[in-house]
């Protein structure tokens, strides 16, 4: 019985303006989105980045003929690798920072001639993680816009059109009076509530299927991007999402028709919840959010890290002790000055670093929280979970940041590894003089990588996952109940 | 006649469901959304005072001139635009600071106070956003309806059938319509403003005012579009609900995917050009000026101005960073009076020569910019002006001075205040004294004379002349669609 009210519904949708508007309009944006992927978006983030990886590669192989050199000023600008499924998310990459410095942050010297002793010495400051706001966006300039990625065409243009699919289903029947009609045979009311959503489910899912065939096949014929496994089962996950998400609308249609006897009614009340959830929840957080969760302005942390540096140098300086016994560069060395120096260099290092590290760990909360609340749009949800699957917008840069902060302590591992083979040096971290002068082997110095595997998309993406289905099982009963408890005339 | 038809249509309008709810959606979107961007502007209003606050002290602390040429640069701040909370426009995302210096020409401005610049992956509405999609949407949902639905209830060939004109009928339909639409806008900006005065940091001009009216009446124009479209497309189909579809359709395409598409394709159709090969133009020319300042220097038999004067303590930081090149010197003490003299000319040459340079690095750049970053943007405003929702947009913009063009004129008024600053610099021969490159002087040292930025803002009807092409452009569109109701109109099919 279900599915005769379902093909009924499905051929009476299939005959329908509104089917040709959403089957073009899917086709239309979908081809647009993979043309402008393959032929422009893509090959160039993938230039830019292979310019920037060579660029970083060739300053490492340069600092690699001397160890302590390598040691001193860091493994420099570390990349985000672009991912190949931006067409599905684009997750404002455009506007987040594309990499990390590890970097010495400036060089120093010192000359001092007293009569008690004699000091000269220069250095460069030990390298740490900075995180300039460096994003591959080009023009300030340009008007605000969206990119239209399939968070776009499935998250605001699906929805619109999965309402427009519903408004109608059954309060448009009970204008016209075939509802009392239909339910005078023998059909229970959750046959027919289940037939009109399985009616509509395919019916929509058709052109978005289509669209979605056209845009792969597309992307795959392009030589430049190149899916690999895991990423094609993303995108079959990716697919699921989008059919729980137009089903949240479709059942949200189907209960607020239930509730209205007048179809024009039900439509504006759609309307109205579409826009607060979709368009207006998602975009007005950001403002709001940042009023709850301070952040310390930049001036005040660059006012703070001063403060520090000073409290650093003056307990240092302290009746002149980091001078008066010699210069880590005297020949023959000293191992004590060499052990002090050390000591001062990697406590403003340091310093440094937790500061920073701690200022962009509140950021990142304050972003964090901000999405929690814009969770509140299903539409903000399913922008997550396929940022996540696609391995795009925050949470990946969270993680491409928690990976260069592991990449720290790998990189100063070999360091002191590779020190220890040689006997010659003084096996002091982290002064140049105390380290082996020796070349290092440019190959076995451990590269940076960030590569997103199935396992962990699937897990980033597990909480919105969940929210989605919830969502879909809350609405569903109560379009059943709304529907058993209406009055069919 | 006219004003029984106009009647009957507003009651049947008030008392209708989408009435209600359309006064809901006003209501509580401009209201919340008035009010989050009022904290939004006191924020920024708050970090700009502090960027000024700061600026002074960083001038209070300088000990000589030469400061200003690199370690402890002029600044110009822009203050937020008070009207930022109808339309923030481009204001948020390009910077409000400007560095100035002698040997710099401002062609960027960066961000200061932007705490957590990570926020900038949540888009955000403004007042214009929310007329733009929310207005247009019910501009359509009032009028798809008002001839098919009357044809399908038959009520339409019973009408005409006493002796109302058809163009009355119209004209009686768009009043009515027009009126039941803004009263709710108006009632909910009105809530707004009240909300928007509580806050003890806005208080709006007689200027203010005026740009507010133009935009509620650009808005209402706006919304008179998609009202005449919908009575258009209400004319063309004999049947509601295929008009409401062809509605949706059209709103759909022009006011969620044009004005984003367009931006889209001149992004990847006119990309921007590499800008490599000016500042390799510049550094040629800071090349060229250092070989200047070298064979200067050579002639004089030393290598350093200061190589002469300096007795002890002198330092000299300097940097050239493609379009841009500084120097702060000190010195303590001297040698000899005639080194100083010597210094003193040096330095008048030297940093002279400097400003003269940046002019003309400056060209370079300035070709570079309208080459390719404006040239594109032009290009992405010109093309997405296919949808009447982008052109309100850019006109509440103008309007709101948040628009682009209002961010160069900005800019020129840095560059100007450069010159100013070049002026005074001159004027009281700066170079060549010993106020630049030492505390050891003669001269009173008065800080309190240096020249200050003050931004002009563009009068009103400046404003409106920029708008005015926007402007325009919708009001050709009302007519035109008017024009094809009322032809449509007129040969419909009653019965």
């Not at chain 1, 004590?336 to 050390?342: C, F, K, P, T």
Request: include cysteine; proline fraction near 3%; aromatic fraction near 12%.
């Amino acid at each position: 019985m279900i599915w005769h009210i379902a093909i009924r519904e499905i051929l009476d949708n299939l005959t329908r303006f509104r089917f040709v508007l959403t089957l073009i309009l899917v086709m239309a944006l979908m081809v647009m989105n993979a043309v402008i992927f393959v032929s422009s978006q893509y090959p160039r983030r993938i230039a830019e980045y292979s310019q920037d990886t060579n660029k970083a590669v060739e300053s490492v192989q340069k600092k690699s003929s001397n160890l302590s050199e390598l040691a001193v000023k860091g493994p420099g600008n570390l990349y985000k690798p672009p991912s190949p499924l931006t067409f599905i998310a684009t997750g404002e990459d455009a506007n987040l920072p594309k990499r990390v410095e590890g970097a010495s942050s400036g060089s120093y010297g010192i000359g001092k001639t007293t009569p008690d002793f004699k000091f000269n010495y220069s250095w460069s400051a030990n390298w740490w993680l900075q995180y300039p706001q460096d994003t591959s966006r080009k023009n300030d300039s340009l008007p605000n816009f969206t990119e239209l990625d399939w968070a776009f065409i499935i998250g605001l243009v699906m929805s619109f059109m999965a309402i427009l699919f519903t408004y109608d289903a059954i309060s448009g029947e009970r204008e016209t009076g075939t509802l009392s009609l239909l339910m005078s045979n023998s059909v229970s009311r959750a046959t027919v509530l289940l037939g009109k959503f399985i009616g509509a489910f395919l019916t929509i899912l058709l052109p978005l299927f289509i669209g979605i065939l056209l845009n792969l096949m597309i992307i795959s014929a392009s030589s430049l991007v190149s899916l690999s496994g895991s990423e094609w089962a993303r995108v079959g996950i990716i697919f699921v999402t989008s059919a729980i998400y137009i089903s949240i609308f479709l059942w949200l249609g189907l209960f607020i028709s239930s509730q209205f006897s007048n179809s024009s009614s039900s439509l504006l009340t759609l309307l109205l919840i579409w826009i607060v959830f979709v368009v207006l929840i998602p975009n007005t957080m950001g403002v709001l959010a940042s009023g709850f969760k301070q952040v310390s302005s930049r001036s005040e942390i660059s006012r703070i890290t001063k403060a520090k540096e000073e409290e650093i140098d003056n307990r240092h300086k302290a009746g002149e002790k980091l001078y008066r016994t010699g210069s880590p560069s005297d020949k023959p060395p000293k191992i004590e000055v060499i052990r002090m120096w050390a000591d001062y260099l990697n406590e403003h290092a340091d310093a440094k670093s937790s500061i920073n590290d701690d200022h962009l760990n509140k950021q990142f909360a304050q972003v964090t929280f901000t999405q929690q609340i814009t969770r509140l749009s299903p539409a903000a949800i399913y922008k997550y979970a396929l940022e996540s699957l696609a391995g795009t917008g925050f949470a990946r840069h969270q993680r491409f940041i928690q990976q260069t902060r592991r990449y720290r302590h790998q990189f100063a591992d070999f360091i002191r590894s590779e020190d220890r083979g040689d006997n010659e040096s003084h096996h002091v971290y982290l002064v140049e003089e105390g380290l082996s002068q020796k070349p290092v082997a440019f190959n076995s110095i451990p590269k940076f990588s960030d590569k997103l595997t199935l396992d962990i998309a699937f897990k980033g993406a597990v909480l919105d996952l969940t929210l989605l289905v919830s969502l879909m099982l809350l609405l569903f009963m109560a379009a059943s109940l709304g529907f058993m408890r209406s009055d069919i005339k | 006649m006219l004003w029984t038809i106009v009647r009957r249509e507003i009651t049947a309008n008030i008392l209708s469901f989408r009435f209600l709810m359309g006064l809901l959606i006003y209501f509580s979107l401009i209201v919340t959304n008035l009010f989050v961007l009022t904290r939004g502007y006191e924020d920024r209003l708050q970090s700009y005072q502090t960027a000024i606050r700061e600026n002074e002290d960083e001038i209070s602390k300088v000990t000589r001139y030469s400061e200003f040429g690199l370690t402890r640069r002029l600044k110009c701040n822009r203050k937020p635009e008070l009207l930022s909370i109808f339309n923030e426009g481009v204001d948020k995302r390009q910077g409000n600071t400007v560095t100035v210096a002698h040997g710099y020409v401002p062609a960027v401005a960066e961000q200061h106070g932007s705490d957590n610049p990570y926020l900038n992956i949540f888009s955000s509405i403004d007042f214009t956003i929310i007329c733009q999609v929310v207005m247009s949407l019910l501009g359509l949902l009032f009028a798809y309806d008002a001839i098919s639905r009357e044809k399908e209830e038959g009520t339409l060939g019973l009408t005409l059938s006493c002796a109302v004109p058809r163009p009355m009928l119209l004209l009686g339909k768009y009043i009515a319509g027009m009126v039941s639409i803004s009263l709710p806008l108006l009632a909910s900006f009105v809530a707004g403003l009240l909300v928007i005065q509580f806050s003890p940091y806005v208080s709006f001009s007689s200027s203010d005012w005026g740009r507010i009216l133009l935009i509620f009446l650009v808005s209402t124009l706006y919304v008179s579009l998609f009202f005449l479209i919908g009575l258009f497309l209400s004319t063309r189909t004999h049947r509601s609900s295929i008009t409401l579809m062809f509605s949706m359709c059209v709103w759909v395409l022009f006011v969620l995917i044009v004005p984003n598409l367009a931006v889209l394709l001149v992004e990847h159709a006119s990309p921007i050009q590499s800008e490599e090969p000016y500042k390799e133009q510049a550094g040629e020319q800071w090349k060229k000026y250092g070989a200047e300042v070298k064979d200067y220097f050579k002639k004089r038999g030393v290598e350093k101005p200061l190589d002469r004067a300096s007795l002890s303590g002198s330092g000299e930081s300097s940097g050239v960073n493609d379009y841009d090149s500084g120097e702060t010197v000190s010195a303590s003490g001297f040698r000899s009076e005639e080194g100083v003299s010597f210094a003193q000319e040096s330095y008048g040459f030297k940093e002279n020569l400097r400003a003269q340079y940046a002019d003309k690095i400056w060209q370079i750049r300035k070709e570079y910019l309208d080459k390719s970053p404006n040239r594109q943007s032009l290009l992405a405003l010109n093309i997405s002006r296919i949808s009447p929702a982008s052109v309100y947009y850019n006109a509440a913009a103008i309007l709101a001075e948040t628009d682009l063009g209002s961010f160069w004129q900005f800019m020129e008024q840095t560059r100007q205040y450069r010159r100013e600053w070049l002026e005074y610099l001159r004027d009281e021969k700066i170079f060549s004294s010993r106020r630049w490159f030492t505390t050891q002087f003669d001269e009173p040292f008065d800080l309190s004379r240096i020249p200050r930025f003050k931004e002009q803002n563009e009068s009103i009807g400046g404003s409106l002349q920029r708008a005015s092409l926007d402007i325009m452009i919708l009001a050709a569109l009302n007519i035109l669609f008017f024009m094809g109701a009322f032809i449509s109109f007129l040969r419909y099919d009653v019965i």
